[in-house]
C-alpha cells in the first residue's frame, strides 16, 4: 500500500523500515487487488493500486431496535494517514470504531479492513491491527513487562517488548505494577499493548481522554512516529486541537452521522469567515442589540454566549474598527477584545449550534 | 532498506502459557486470596476440629433440686458405676431451670421422698442421654439386678472422628468455592474492566483464554488437596485410606465443574455486584445440603434423591469413600458422572450465552 504523493514516496516501493513500530512492507499487500483503484504515478509511470485501509458503507447501528447510534456512515481511509472521528460524547464515535474493529456487529452496512472482511478473515485481521479500547483497566497485579509479554504472546510476528518499552518511555517502569502506574503511563501503556503486535493499522479510541498536557503530546508523538513508519491510524477525540494537530483528515460525527469531512485546512476554510472576534461589553445601552454586530463590515456570523460574543469575520482589520466605534456609541466600554484563527471548534458551533464538549 | 522475512516468533500455545503464567502471578499477588483459598479452609479445620475433638469422657452435668432428699441422690451416684460420668450439682429451683434452659444442665432431677422426677429435654441429644445415664445410675445404685450381664469396650480410632468427617468435606467445599470466585467472580471483574474486550480485540485465541483458566483452577486444586490432607495427617493424625491419585482425580473433576459453573454464572453479569449475589445464590443450598460440616442423612427422606443430585454432595460423597474407606475410583463412577454432567451441562451452556464484552 502506498500514498501516492509525489515522486519520492513512490520510490520508496522498497519500503523505508522502521525497526520496532513498522508494520509489514507497504507494498506487500499491493497484490491483493481487491476494489483497489489503479493510479499511474505522473513521473515513473508505475500502475500502483491503491486500497483504502478502512472502507465502510451505508454503516448503521441500532440498540435494541430502538436507540440509533450510528445512521449510515461513508468512511474511507487510506493507507498511512491518521484519520479522526471528532464529535461530541454520544456522537456514535466509539459505536462506530467498535464496529470497524470487529468488535460490534452493525444492523446494516458493508465494511472492508485491509480489503479483508470481518467476517471472513477475523484472525487475519485481529493479526494486523492494534486497538485500543476507550478505558481499558489492564489487570494491576501484573507489571508493565508482563503485561506486554502478554499481549505480544497472541500474535504470530510481535515487536520485541525492550523495544516497545523503549519507543513509549516506559523502560523505567517495565518493572513496576501496573497499578501503580501515573494516568499518562497507563495510557502509553494501553498504546504499548496495541504496538506490540506489529500492527499495520493501530485504532484509537479517545487515547488521551484526562491526560494531563505533557502526556498528551507524548502519545501524538508516539501516533506521529507510527504513522511515519507506513502505518495507518484511525482515532476518536473530542479534543479538537488533537484533531488538528494529529489528523490528516477527518470526520465530523454528531448524532451518527457525518456532518463534515475532510482535511483540517479545508473544514475551516469552509468556514464562513476565517477569523474569530471575541469580545465582551460592560455597561452602556443597548447591549441586547445583536444586529448591530451583525451589520459590522465582514461579519458573517454573531453568536452570543451570556454577554460574551463572537464575530466570525472574513478580514478582522476591517471589522476591528468598526466594532471600536460602535462599542464608544454605546458609552459602553470593552472588557475583553481577542482575535484568532478559526478552529475546527468554530466549525463545529458553526455545523451544530453546540460545542464540543458541554460540560 | 528491506524489511527482513522474520520467523513466526509465537508458537500455537505461546498465548496459552502467557495467560496462565499470568493469572497465577496476579493470584500469587493478592493476599485476598491466598487467605480464602488456603488460610481460610485450615483455621475452618483447626478451630472446628479442636471444639470438636474427641474428649476422653463426656462428662454429664446434671442438677438437683435442693430439698430435704436431694442429699440421698447425691449419695446413690456416688455409690453408682457410672459416678465418673456424671457431674450433679445441688441448687436451688429456680437457678435449676434457668441453667437447663440455657444448656448448662442437661437434666433437673428433683426427689420427693417417694420417687424421682426428671425434666429433660427430648430436642436435646445430651438431656435424652442423660436422663438414661443418670436413671440407669440410680435405679442400679439402688439395687437394681440386671437379667443379663454385658460388657463394652471404648474405641475412638482415628476414621470414624468428626475431624475425619470434616476434612473431605472442608476439601469439597473449597473446591466449590474457589472454582466458583476463582472463576465466575473473576471472569466478571475482567468484563467490568473490559479487559474481555480487550482480549478478543487481540488475536488472542479465546479457547486458550478459557483453557488457561481451567488450568489455573487445576494447579490451586493440587495446593488445595496437599494442604488440608496434610493438614488432616499431621495435626489430626487422620488416615487416608484411599489411593492419592483417585483423591487428586476427583479433586481435579470437582474443580473442572465448579470451575464451568462459576463460568455459566459469570456468563451474562456486567457487575460484580450481581454476580457475588448470583454465586453465593448457587453455593448456599449446597453448604447446607450436602454434608460439609454434617451429614445430609439429618434431611427428610423425601429430599435426599434431589440432595445426591448436587454437585458438592456428589464430590463430597467420593471424597469421603475414597479418602475415609478407601473406595476404589470405579466404585465411585456415579457421583464421577454427576459431576461431570454439572460441569458439562454449564460449560455448554456457558459457551452459549458467554458475553466477551
Known amino acids: 500500500m502506498l500514498r501516492v504523493r509525489s515522486a519520492d514516496s513512490v520510490s520508496s516501493g522498497s519500503p523505508r523500515v522502521f525497526v520496532v513500530l513498522t508494520g509489514e512492507p507497504a507494498a506487500a499487500s499491493s497484490s491483493r487487488p481487491t476494489d483497489a483503484t489503479a493510479h499511474t504515478s505522473p513521473q515513473s509511470g508505475i500502475i500502483l493500486f491503491m486500497e483504502a485501509a478502512i472502507r465502510c458503507r451505508g454503516l448503521k447501528k441500532t440498540y435494541d431496535g430502538k436507540v440509533d447510534a450510528v445512521r449510515g456512515l461513508d468512511l474511507e481511509i487510506h493507507p498511512g494517514e491518521c484519520f479522526g472521528l471528532l464529535g461530541p460524547n454520544g456522537a456514535g464515535k466509539t459505536t462506530t470504531i467498535e464496529i470497524l474493529e470487529g468488535l460490534l456487529a452493525p444492523t446494516a452496512g458493508e465494511i472492508e479492513v485491509l480489503g479483508m472482511t470481518w467476517h471472513e478473515h477475523e484472525r487475519e485481521l485481529r493479526e494486523s491491527l492494534g486497538i485500543s479500547l476507550q478505558e481499558t483497566r489492564l489487570s494491576e497485579k501484573l507489571t508493565v513487562r508482563e503485561t506486554l509479554e502478554l499481549f505480544a ?102 448524532h451518527g452521522e457525518i456532518i463534515a469531512e475532510g482535511t483540517p485546512a479545508e473544514l475551516i476554510a469552509r468556514l464562513s469567515g476565517h477569523h474569530v472576534v471575541e469580545f465582551a461589553l460592560a455597561g452602556g445601552d443597548g447591549e441586547g442589540a445583536d444586529g448591530a454586530w451583525n451589520r459590522l463590515p465582514g461579519v458573517q456570523s454573531v453568536r452570543d454566549e451570556d454577554g460574551y460574543f463572537s464575530l466570525q469575520v472574513e478580514e478582522p482589520h476591517e471589522t476591528i474598527p468598526a466594532l471600536l466605534s460602535v462599542v464608544q456609541q454605546k458609552r459602553a466600554r470593552l472588557v475583553h477584545l481577542t482575535t484568532r484563527q478559526a478552529s475546527l471548534e468554530d466549525v463545529f458551533v458553526q455545523l451544530t449550534g453546540r460545542h464540543l464538549r458541554e460540560d | 532498506m528491506i524489511v527482513p522475512s522474520r520467523p513466526t516468533v509465537n508458537g500455537r500455545w505461546s498465548g496459552y502459557r502467557h495467560l496462565l503464567e499470568a493469572r497465577m502471578k496476579e493470584l500469587w499477588r493478592e493476599p485476598e486470596v491466598i487467605f480464602w483459598v488456603f488460610g481460610f479452609p485450615l483455621l475452618l479445620a483447626l478451630g472446628l476440629g479442636i471444639a470438636f475433638r474427641n474428649k476422653p469422657a463426656d462428662i454429664t452435668t446434671v442438677a438437683i433440686v435442693g430439698n430435704a432428699h436431694a442429699q440421698q441422690v447425691v449419695d446413690l451416684l456416688k455409690r453408682s458405676r457410672q459416678k465418673s460420668g456424671i457431674h450433679a450439682d445441688v441448687v436451688d429451683p429456680a437457678t435449676a431451670y434457668d441453667q437447663f434452659r440455657l444448656g448448662t444442665y ?237 460441569g458439562g451441562l454449564s460449560f455448554v451452556l456457558a459457551l452459549k450465552w458467554f458475553r466477551w464484552s
Open chain 2, 106 to 342: 442437661a437434666l433437673v432431677i428433683t426427689a420427693d421422698g417417694t420417687g424421682l422426677h426428671y425434666r429433660y429435654d427430648p430436642a436435646r441429644p445430651e438431656s435424652v442421654l442423660a436422663r438414661s445415664q443418670v436413671d440407669d445410675a440410680l435405679e442400679a445404685a439402688s439395687g437394681r439386678q440386671d437379667p443379663l450381664k454385658t460388657d463394652a469396650t471404648q474405641a475412638s480410632e482415628p476414621g470414624a472422628r468428626y475431624i475425619d468427617f470434616l476434612i473431605p468435606g472442608l476439601l469439597g467445599m473449597n473446591l466449590m468455592n474457589s472454582g466458583m470466585w476463582g472463576i465466575g467472580f473473576a471472569l466478571v471483574d475482567m468484563r467490568q474492566r473490559k479487559l474481555l474486550k480487550r482480549f478478543v480485540a487481540s488475536p488472542m485465541r479465546r479457547t486458550d483464554f478459557l483453557l488457561a483458566l481451567g488450568s489455573s483452577r487445576l494447579v490451586l486444586m493440587l495446593i488445595e488437596v496437599a494442604l488440608l490432607l496434610g493438614f488432616g495427617v499431621l495435626v489430626f493424625r487422620m488416615l487416608v485410606e484411599g489411593a492419592l491419585l483417585s483423591i487428586l482425580l476427583v479433586g481435579a473433576i470437582g474443580a473442572v465443574s465448579f470451575g464451568a459453573i462459576g463460568l455459566l454464572t459469570a456468563s451474562r453479569a456486567r457487575k460484580i455486584e450481581s454476580v457475588s449475589g448470583l454465586i453465593n445464590l448457587v453455593m448456599m443450598p449446597m453448604w447446607i445440603f450436602s454434608g460439609v460440616f454434617f451429614s445430609y442423612e439429618r434431611f427428610p427422606a423425601i429430599v435426599q434423591p434431589a440432595i445426591k443430585a448436587l454437585p458438592l454432595t456428589a464430590l463430597n460423597d467420593a471424597l469421603r469413600a475414597i479418602i475415609l474407606q478407601g473406595a476404589s475410583l470405579v466404585s465411585q463412577l456415579s457421583r464421577i458422572a454427576i459431576l461431570v454432567l454439572w
Open chain 1, 153 to 254: 504472546s497472541f500474535y504470530r510476528n510481535p515487536s520485541s517488548v525492550p523495544a516497545i518499552l523503549e519507543v513509549l518511555s516506559l523502560v523505567e517502569k517495565a518493572d513496576a505494577m501496573v497499578g501503580k502506574l501515573s494516568g499518562g503511563q497507563k495510557q502509553r501503556l494501553a498504546a504499548a499493548t496495541a504496538l506490540v503486535g506489529n500492527p499495520k493499522i493501530l485504532f484509537l479510541d479517545e487515547p488521551t481522554t484526562g491526560l494531563d498536557p505533557q502526556s498528551r503530546r507524548q502519545l501524538w508523538d508516539i501516533i506521529r512516529q507510527f504513522q511515519q513508519h507506513n502505518g495507518t491510524v484511525l482515532l476518536t477525540t473530542h479534543y479538537m486541537d488533537e484533531a488538528e494537530r494529529l489528523c490528516d483528515r477527518l470526520a465530523i460525527i454528531d
